[in-house]
């Protein structure tokens, strides 16, 4: 946490390093949410192999105080100290992507014949969840969401249309939910979005622009500010910001998958193409995703990953001043 606040980070984190899994240790936190083991991960990732293992609804969805990441968060506010805190959870979007979505042979338990309930439900807990972190002290909350990503992928929505998937439907669905719990928050709580396309062992598993879900996800969804994955050619172009309200929107320029230092001045240029489409006080920079996203990590060293972020830094003061 000292190295964070000598590198220049406004607002520290836990690194997420009490966790196995960025999406499933909360998941499976919940009340009416069982962890599962499978063969094989349900996404195949381009190379390394995740552990097989997702989640499925088994009961009632609540959150309780009792959830580990209560203490996780403690942790962290005990070691910040009054220095601001960010804390990171997988977005509501995830847990109906996982159990009802991936899962080909879902079966809605009794509760949940009728999905508004499912969804009432899941946007209810996460409401209680954000209000608990609040109550003990943060402000600065991430959802983190690769839903999004695999809406992009031309391949897996042809994929999902053939299983008879309405993803538009499912959007508008997953856009609902978040506008409910964005509404919820208290005034002085920021609540963004991190959008990606998988981070395993510096792979991912789908592609594709932003277009498919621009209109719905940028121009409705009322999060504070969307951290977006801009390191490779695999998120396509910038063009689809043009649908971004009032938010903040992170770039994320820096690849967090491999070491290789990448050069300020076309980063500078990329952030310049990108202010066509947002005004240039709305844009930020990030690394793409995570450093780690599971506990086998990256395949980057520590001193690359420090490396990165006073790249980061060094553009940030550049561009935008102190």
């Not at 940028?218 to 063009?239: H, P, Q």
Request: charged share 25%.
């Amino acid at each position: 946490m000292n190295l964070q606040k000598r590198h220049g980070l406004h607002a520290v984190t836990d690194g997420e390093l009490s966790r196995v899994w960025w999406h499933l240790d909360f998941l499976a936190g919940l009340n009416g949410i069982e962890m599962i083991s499978l063969e094989k991960f349900p996404v195949a990732f381009k190379g390394a192999k995740p552990k097989g293992n997702t989640i499925a609804i088994v009961g009632k969805i609540d959150f309780s105080d009792d959830h580990p990441f209560v203490k996780a968060y403690q942790l962290l506010k005990d070691c910040a100290g009054n220095y601001p805190t960010k804390f990171t959870i997988p977005s509501p979007s995830m847990l109906h992507l996982l159990a009802c979505i991936r899962d080909e042979n879902y079966q809605p338990i009794d509760l949940y014949q009728e999905e508004s309930q499912l969804f009432d439900d899941i946007a209810n807990t996460y409401i209680k969840a954000l209000n608990k972190f609040y109550a003990l002290g943060l402000r600065n909350l991430q959802l983190d969401d690769t839903s999004w990503g695999q809406f992009c992928s031309l391949d897996k929505r042809a994929e999902f249309e053939t299983r008879g998937i309405d993803l538009d439907k499912v959007a508008k669905n997953y856009v609902t939910v978040l506008n409910r719990i964005v509404d919820a928050k208290p005034d002085d709580m920021q609540i963004t979005m991190h959008i990606c396309r998988g981070n395993f062992r510096s792979t991912w598993f789908s592609e594709g622009g932003y277009a498919p879900i621009a209109e719905v996800l940028f121009g409705t969804c009322r999060v504070d500010g969307f951290f977006l994955e801009y390191d490779s050619e695999r998120a396509g172009d910038f063009a689809p910001l043009q649908h971004i309200k009032n938010q903040q929107v992170v770039l994320g320029l820096v690849t967090s998958k491999t070491g290789d230092l990448e050069d300020k001045n076309v980063i500078i240029e990329r952030i310049k193409e990108a202010a066509q489409f947002v005004d240039i006080n709305q844009l930020c920079i990030s690394p793409q995703c995570g450093f780690a996203s599971t506990e086998e990590g990256n395949i980057l060293t520590e001193e690359a990953q420090w490396a990165k972020l006073d790249l980061i830094k060094e553009i940030a003061d550049e561009v935008w001043g102190n």
